[in-house]
């Protein structure tokens, strides 16, 4: 199974700052690459497909990067709606696996 | 809209059954595969299986393999998601999830999620 490892597991930030969070994957896994956003005891939200790709309605304010083993989502500017934890996936092979996610809070 | 609403989650106990439902609407069901994924605070999230779309493919976790079967019915909408011989470590959140393609093979994310169902497995 491919092993998908986040850091950090979680982090403090401000209103408007610029976050980054980390996957890496046990092996490559080409760009198949997918990133959740996750509120408390609500269902996940797809953010980014194909590592880099914004899904429908998605806002810009969220990037993705990377290919092979080491991917990256960056939040340009925090807002409120955005304190959440973040998970990356890999869809290159079954089983699925997820990252063990990112608490994002407010500092 | 794309909505996924899953159903049949409960309090069972050990060694017994449960089956989940997911209503689909809002697309075109017979061209999306769909996934089973579950939650525990534990173990965070945990895939558990996918269906192509027109179920000719299926693959299983080997945490489930053998207990859990997934299937589906394109005709009414519907994903379901046979459990037995439930065990503790079968309890989570489970959630309901399109493939964003048809789920032949790997290579679509997940787009949409259910808002999921609770499943407890105690004595």
């Known amino acids: 199974d491919i092993q998908m490892t986040q850091s950090p597991s979680s982090l403090s930030a401000s209103v408007g700052d610029r976050v980054t969070i980390t996957c890496r994957a046990s092996?490559?896994?080409?760009?198949?690459l997918a990133w959740f956003q996750q509120k408390p005891g609500k269902a996940p939200k797809s953010l980014i497909f194909?590592?880099?790709s914004l899904q429908s309605g998605v806002s810009s304010k969220f990037s993705g990067s990377g290919s092979g083993t080491d991917f990256t989502l960056t939040i340009s500017s925090l807002q409120p709606e955005d304190f959440a934890t973040y998970y990356c996936?890999?869809?290159?092979?079954?089983?699925?696996?997820f990252g063990g996610g990112t608490k994002v809070e407010i500092k | 809209q794309v909505q996924l609403v899953e159903s049949g989650g409960g309090v069972v106990q050990p060694g017994k059954s449960l089956r989940l439902s997911c209503a689909a609407s809002?697309?075109?069901?017979?061209?999306?595969?769909l996934h089973w994924v579950r939650q525990t605070p534990v173990k965070g999230l945990e895939w558990v299986a996918v269906?192509?779309?027109?179920?000719?493919?299926?693959f299983y976790a080997d945490s489930v393999k053998g207990r859990f079967t997934i299937s589906r019915d394109n005709s009414k909408n519907m994903l379901y998601l046979e459990m037995n011989s439930l065990r503790g470590e079968d309890t989570a959140v489970y959630y309901c999830?399109?493939?964003?393609?048809?789920?032949?093979?790997?290579?679509?994310?997940?787009?949409?999620w259910g808002q999921g169902t609770l499943v407890t497995v105690s004595s």
């Open positions: 999830a399109r493939c964003g393609g048809d789920c032949n093979s790997v290579s679509a994310a997940i787009d949409y």
């Open positions: 809002g697309f075109t069901l017979s061209s999306y595969g």
């Open positions: 092996q490559g896994i080409g760009s198949y």
């Open positions: 996936q890999q869809y290159y092979s079954y089983p699925l696996t």
């Open positions: 194909a590592a880099s």
């Open positions: 269906i192509s779309n027109h179920g000719t493919i299926k």
